[in-house]
């Protein structure tokens, strides 16, 4: 398994960026597909973005599209998720997770590796 540890949330304004990192244990990060999901009080945890391994694939949830970006450093184990645009529904736990299926496969059931979660607040 892959360890993954969230950096990088906190209290945003609506309309405001945060940005999130993950940081991998395992230098086999480079070989996996690395994805945030996020989670609200009383919901189910929800997909947010997926990247490939090499990073030529990227997937959004609608929600998201043209507001986050996610991409990876393989050299140094990290993925990111740059939030822009920041709306009150955003707010949530976002966890980092890892897993061998692909960038437009990834769901939470087929992730097998997941960091702990960083609490992302916006403020209206």
């Known amino acids: 398994q892959v360890q993954l540890v969230e950096s990088g949330g906190g209290l945003a304004q609506t309309g405001g960026s945060l940005r999130l990192s993950c940081a991998a244990s395992?230098?086999?990060?480079?070989?996996?597909?690395m994805g945030w999901f996020r989670q609200a009080p009383g919901k189910e945890r929800e997909f947010v973005a997926a990247?490939?391994?090499?990073?030529?694939?990227?997937r959004y949830a609608d929600s998201v599209k043209g507001r986050f970006t996610i991409s990876r450093d393989n050299a140094k184990n990290l993925v990111f998720l740059q939030m822009n645009s920041l709306k009150p529904e955003d707010a949530a736990v976002y966890y980092c997770?890892?897993?061998?299926?692909?960038?437009?496969?990834?769901?939470?059931?087929?992730?097998?590796?997941w960091g702990q979660g960083t609490q992302v607040t916006v403020s209206s």
């Open positions: 997770a890892a897993g061998l299926t692909s960038a437009t496969l990834a769901t939470r059931e087929n992730m097998g590796s």
């Open positions: 395992r230098r086999t990060f480079g070989s996996r597909t």
């Open positions: 990247i490939s391994a090499g990073g030529s694939i990227i």
